[in-house]
């Protein structure tokens, strides 16, 4: 099966491409290595060979004549901008490429008939809720602009999907993924990354001198943030899950990946200094604008109807894999 993954050679990405190579299938990865790495993904054409092709989504003459150049089945769509923060600071930066440059890709699919789409959403289109366990069908209402560019591309395939019967997507709306891969060849590679199991393992191995809480006042049992946190393997094989159950026929959907497990920013950081046994300076600071409160993933419906079985549902385990990830990048 001949797969287009955009963004793979970044963080998600590229464990997902590492799982479609090691299942025999032929990928062509196109990124602009804003954010990835090729030297990241080049080890992993000793699984299988790859087509990699430095290419900005922008580029849309380029990326038809690639459209033109192979026959793609399906499509797996990373490549975007990811932080909640600098959303909030430029906006149309993210409109721009999360939604302007994800619907030029979802034309060229439709033009080329590539009718299998896979798209990497977030917990960021549900905003604020309620509280408890989110489900698919919760009220979408995000409350950053890096929510809403992903909430407008979910947009255009479930149109797309509405009135062209033969197109299918599985949209995976993704809560907060951390580690690095358990064979030690792949990780988060970003130096300037903002998540906090990344910015412990910095903080662990020295590369920070301390780390700070962005806010101890939000309504939750220690006042810091709650999140979901699962392992990037665990997120990984949820594409190829996917992939299998569009293969199968089956209607498109919406899959929320998570463990359905909240941790509080305070929880990660003493879990952080527990397995690591390293005990590093943490602040407390202002809040992050664009910071929901709580966002845990009721994840059953991936479970139900995919064959998605999770391997790493485990804080501990997951920060000592990107602790060991941080440790080998030094
Ligand atoms: N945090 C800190 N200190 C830090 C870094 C983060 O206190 O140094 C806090 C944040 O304020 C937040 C929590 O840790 O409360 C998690 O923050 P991350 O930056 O790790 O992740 P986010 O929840 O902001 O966002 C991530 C992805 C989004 C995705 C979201 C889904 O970046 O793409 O998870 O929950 F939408």
Known sequence: MKILVTGGAGYIGSHVVKQLLEKGCEVVVIDNLSKGSFKAIESLKGIKKFEFIN???EEITKLEELFKKHKFEAIIHFAAFIEVFESTQNPLKYYLNNTTNTLNLITLSAKYGV???IFSSTAAVYGEPD???IKEDSLLNPINPYGRSKMMSEWFLRDLASSDEEFKFVILRYFNVAGASMDGLLGQ???NATH???IATQTITKKRDKMSIFGDDYPTK???CIRDYIHVEDLASAHLSALEYLNSGAKS????VGYGKGFSVKEVIEKAKEVSGVDFKVEISDRREGDPACLVANSTKLRNLTNWTPKYDDLGLIIKSALKWEEKIK
């Open 196 to 198: 906090l199991v990344k």
């Open 115 to 117: 009718n299998k789409f």
């Open 222 to 224: 220690d006042g810091t």
């Open 189 to 191: 590679n970003y130096p």
């Open 55 to 57: 290419l900005d989504l």
């Open 131 to 133: 509280s408890g366990e």
């Open 253 to 256: 959907e919406i899959f929320n």
